[in-house]
């Protein structure tokens, strides 16, 4: 299981020329700490595509495949995009190098998590050949006053990069003579050495009457592999009550210890320089909820932002070279916004929202991730289980639409890709301009996730939890939600629970129905005869007969007994027709193929055509009376059967979907 070629490059050490060769090599070992983030998210690759007629970017590193996806971020590409560019600009030094990265959203919004990714992240890519990067040690110290351990091996304790040795007026000269760099990889060294390791210098070119060259004798340099655990390269900051905060924390404080032995608490050899700024530099510094940070900690987090400068007790002011990134909620940034006092904060800060997400099929696989055949062995989630919380969860987040005759629950599905007639991308994005805060209000996933926790540990469910069980729990949970804060907020949520469970009876009446009608062969051919009728109707054209090899007219009593499934009336059937034949066209624009069922009024039509036709062979009104001749039970063992190989319904789920089913014929509601 030992990898020892990987521990050799990882822990390799050499002198300041062996460095001066892999940089010619590998110029990129010189990165800032900006361009080594940013080049780290674009190594994992990225996917292009078009959301409402907008050209969005996936970037694959926040599906975590480092860890198997368990920091994995849905959803929210947009905000990713917003990040990922604010990063590249840094990287190229437009300015936002000079900002501190504020990450805002409500709680449970995953903006810890991007934080978690992104140190996850660094730790793994400098690990790399491509993220290698490099500091540096100084030895055989005796003759310069160092005592102890130290005079042997001394660590550069911001872990500097190397060329910072070069003093600043050779720099330039000694870059462009050494031919270091290329048009990709400009080699630029910026920043002067920390105060510890300029005190070595000076006493070492002292000793050697300024020859700069046997200075270097005295310097080691070793790969550097960056880690939250050893605080090397990421540090986190987490603000603590007033009394407890001290600023050293993040700038180093003190070695009272070695004031006796160097005589003066002013000395760089008597001070720790391992305050967070200290040991994240070449990294990142994370700020857990940021705003909490008492004033007097401002200027430090200033200067550390505007000047890439932090400023030590009793020592000049020292260059670093990390991306400093924050997050915060909601009511942090309100008292913000309220403080004058943090109004130069303001002015340093990009803000970067981070909503809820509201699409579904997103937030599912939030749950999915967590609750899944693996983690949750000996219990069966029925099919649709996860998709009615995150419904409930998504609705909880949409305000009201304001126009366009839509209902909540239909902007939900607009929202998910879902098409419903008379309402286009163009339709979203207005719905989506019209909004003031949303995503930012409403239920957060984990209080979704603690509930789905409840219901499984539910005995009722005989080792299955279904829909019901889950949406129950959502609902009594409202009483004691310490979030809500509001009777019309806790009524609005419940609203949304009913709104979610008629979607569902709606989703189980069509499923059983499907089972019934689960003739692929037959549903493929009857779409095909109307899709055939219909391209000849609008175009105004006739049919070959397939067995005759006539020309007929379009079969307008078959197009008209599938279109009245789905309550089209005699007066919109052109209109609809063209609005399937303009479907079709759109497709075939984009390359893709129609199939019957990825318009979704049409499968329904066309699944409750047969549904029809084949619905007489058996009457779902017996499962509810106790008598059952065998021949009924046989139909219904094969629906059964169906559910769970079509549908992923077990043994037990299947019979409750069947018996709800079978209630809600029996009171007559047939559709």
């Given at each position: 299981m030992q990898d020892f070629e990987l521990y050799r490059e990882l822990t390799w050490e050499g002198t300041f020329e062996d460095y001066l060769a892999v940089v010619r090599e590998k110029p990129q070992v010189t990165r800032n700490a900006y361009q080594r983030i940013y080049d780290m998210i674009i190594r994992y690759g990225t996917e292009e595509y078009t959301d409402t007629k907008k050209r969005l970017v996936r970037y694959n590193f926040f599906r975590d495949e480092i860890d198997g996806g368990k920091d994995a971020v849905y959803g929210l590409d947009i905000p990713l995009m917003r990040l990922v560019n604010v990063l590249k600009a840094a990287s190229q030094g437009y300015g936002p190098e000079k900002r501190i990265i504020l990450l805002h959203g409500p709680v449970g919004s995953s903006t810890s998590t991007i934080v978690r990714l992104l140190k996850k992240g660094l730790e793994h890519y400098s690990r790399t050949a491509d993220g290698a990067l490099y500091t540096y040690d100084w030895v055989d110290l005796e003759g310069i006053g160092m005592s102890g351990?130290?005079?042997?091996?001394?660590?550069?304790?911001?872990?500097?990069?190397?060329?910072?040795?070069?003093?600043?007026?050779?720099?330039?000269?000694?870059?462009?003579?050494?031919?270091?760099?290329?048009?990709?990889?400009?080699?630029?060294?910026?920043?002067?050495?920390n105060p510890a390791c300029r005190y070595i210098f000076a006493r070492l070119m002292e000793k050697y009457g300024g020859d700069w060259g046997k200075v270097m004798k005295h310097v080691r340099v070793r790969r550097l592999v960056l880690s939250e655990q050893n605080r090397v390269g990421i540090g986190t900051f987490q603000p603590k009550d007033e009394k407890n905060q001290?600023?050293?924390?993040?700038?180093?404080?003190?070695?009272?210890?070695?004031?006796?032995?160097?005589?003066?608490?002013?000395d760089a050899r008597a001070f720790n320089f391992d305050g967070e700024f200290n040991i994240a530099n070449r990294g990142l510094v994370e700020f857990i909820e940021v705003l909490k940070l008492?004033?007097?900690?401002?200027?430090?987090?200033?200067?550390?932002?505007?000047?890439?400068?932090?400023?030590?007790k009793k020592f000049a002011q020292t260059d670093i070279d990390e991306v400093i990134i924050g997050h915060t909620?909601?009511?942090?940034?309100?008292?913000?916004?309220?403080?004058?006092?943090?109004?130069?904060?303001?002015?340093?800060?990009?803000?970067?929202?981070?909503?809820?997400?509201?699409?579904?099929?997103?937030?599912?696989?939030?749950?999915?991730?967590?609750?899944?055949?693996?983690?949750?062995?000996?219990?069966?989630?029925?099919?649709?289980?996860?998709?009615?919380?995150?419904?409930?969860?998504?609705?909880?987040?949409?305000?009201?639409?304001k126009k366009h005759n839509l209902q909540l629950l239909q902007k939900m599905k607009l929202y998910d890709g879902k098409v419903l007639p008379g309402y286009t991308q163009d339709t979203v994005k207005e719905l989506r301009k019209e909004t003031a805060r949303e995503g930012l209000e409403g239920i957060s996933p984990r209080y979704v996730q603690d509930k789905i926790s409840n219901a499984l540990v539910n005995e009722s469910g005989q080792g299955t939890i279904n829909p019901f069980?889950?949406?129950?729990?959502?609902?009594?949970?409202?009483?004691?939600?310490?979030?809500i804060t509001g009777d019309d907020q806790r009524k609005r949520f419940a609203e949304c629970i009913g709104m979610v469970k008629s979607e569902y009876e709606d989703i189980v009446k069509n499923e059983v129905q499907r089972?019934?009608?689960?003739?692929?062969?037959?549903?493929?051919?009857?779409?095909?005869?109307?899709?055939?009728?219909?391209?000849?109707?609008?175009?105004?054209?006739?049919?070959?007969?397939?067995?005759?090899?006539?020309?007929?007219?379009p079969d307008e009593r078959l197009m008209r007994s599938i279109e009245e499934k789905i309550d089209i009336p005699e007066n919109r059937k052109e209109d609809f027709r063209r609005e399937i034949m303009n479907y079709i066209g759109a497709l075939?624009?984009?390359?893709?193929?129609?199939?019957?069922?990825?318009?979704?009024?049409?499968?329904?039509?066309?699944?409750?055509?047969?549904?029809?036709?084949?619905?007489?062979?058996?009457?779902?009104?017996?499962?509810?009376?106790?008598?059952?001749?065998?021949?009924?039970?046989?139909?219904?063992?094969?629906?059964?059967?169906?559910?769970?190989?079509?549908?992923?319904?077990?043994?037990?789920?299947?019979?409750?979907?069947?018996?709800?089913?079978?209630?809600?014929?029996?009171?007559?509601?047939?559709?």
């Open positions: 351990p130290e005079a042997h091996r001394f660590p550069d304790p911001m872990h500097e990069e190397p060329l910072r040795l070069i003093p600043p007026d050779w720099r330039d000269k000694a870059v462009q003579e050494l031919a270091l760099g290329n048009e990709r990889f400009p080699v630029k060294v910026l920043g002067d050495l001290d600023s050293t924390e993040l700038t180093g404080d003190i070695n009272y210890r070695k004031i006796a032995i160097y005589g003066s608490d002013s008492d004033v007097a900690f401002l200027y430090d987090l200033l200067g550390a932002t505007q000047e890439h400068k932090i400023k030590p909620n909601e009511a942090e940034y309100k008292k913000l916004l309220n403080n004058e006092f943090m109004e130069a904060l303001r002015d340093r800060t990009i803000k970067i929202d981070i909503p809820y997400i509201t699409k579904v099929s997103e937030e599912v696989r939030i749950y999915a991730k967590d609750f899944n055949h693996e983690r949750i062995r000996g219990k069966h989630i029925a099919p649709h289980t996860l998709e009615v919380a995150a419904m409930w969860a998504v609705l909880t987040r949409l305000e009201d639409p069980m889950v949406l129950n729990e959502l609902d009594k949970g409202l009483r004691h939600h310490s979030l089972a019934i009608s689960a003739d692929e062969e037959a549903i493929q051919k009857l779409a095909a005869n109307y899709i055939d009728s219909v391209k000849a109707f609008t175009l105004k054209e006739k049919i070959r007969d397939r067995f005759t090899g006539r020309d007929v007219e075939a624009v984009e390359g893709k193929k129609f199939e019957w069922h990825t318009n979704d009024r049409l499968r329904r039509a066309l699944e409750l055509k047969l549904f029809e036709d084949q619905k007489d062979s058996i009457k779902l009104q017996t499962l509810v009376s106790n008598v059952i001749d065998k021949e009924t039970q046989e139909k219904i063992d094969i629906i059964k059967a169906r559910l769970i190989k079509y549908f992923g319904y077990n043994e037990v789920s299947a019979r409750d979907v069947l018996d709800y089913v079978a209630s809600i014929y029996a009171r007559g509601d047939v559709r």
